[in-house]
């Protein structure tokens, strides 16, 4: 897999990189706000958990956006 992935175009190989970055950031994002929720409802302790989870999505998805913006900018 990795001689494959070195074979690929360096455009090609920033643009996948992007792309499973979008797709992670937003996976933990959404990850997050189902704890926060779980907190919320009483099924996990919360020890203030649920704003820094909440927080901490907002964070990776901008976090993400600003990485896929700027990686054209290099």
Same mark, same amino acid.
């Given at each position: 897999?990795?001689?494959?992935?070195?074979?690929?175009?360096?455009?090609?190989?920033?643009?996948?990189?992007?792309?499973?970055?979008?797709?992670?950031?937003s =996976?933990?994002?959404?990850?997050?706000?189902?704890?926060?929720e779980?907190?919320?409802? %009483?099924?996990?302790?919360?020890? %203030?958990?649920? !704003?820094?989870?909440?927080?901490?999505?907002?964070?990776?998805? =901008?976090?993400?956006? !600003?990485?896929?913006?700027?990686? %054209?900018?290099?």
């Amino acid at each position: 897999m990795y001689c494959e992935w070195n074979a690929l175009p360096e455009d090609l190989q920033l643009t996948l990189a992007r792309e499973a970055l979008h797709r992670v950031a937003s =996976s933990i994002a959404v990850q997050a706000e189902i704890l926060a929720e779980e907190m919320e409802s %009483g099924n996990l302790a919360d020890h %203030g958990g649920a !704003d820094a989870l909440r927080l901490f999505a907002a964070l990776v998805r =901008s976090g993400a956006c !600003d990485v896929a913006g700027s990686a %054209g900018h290099a």
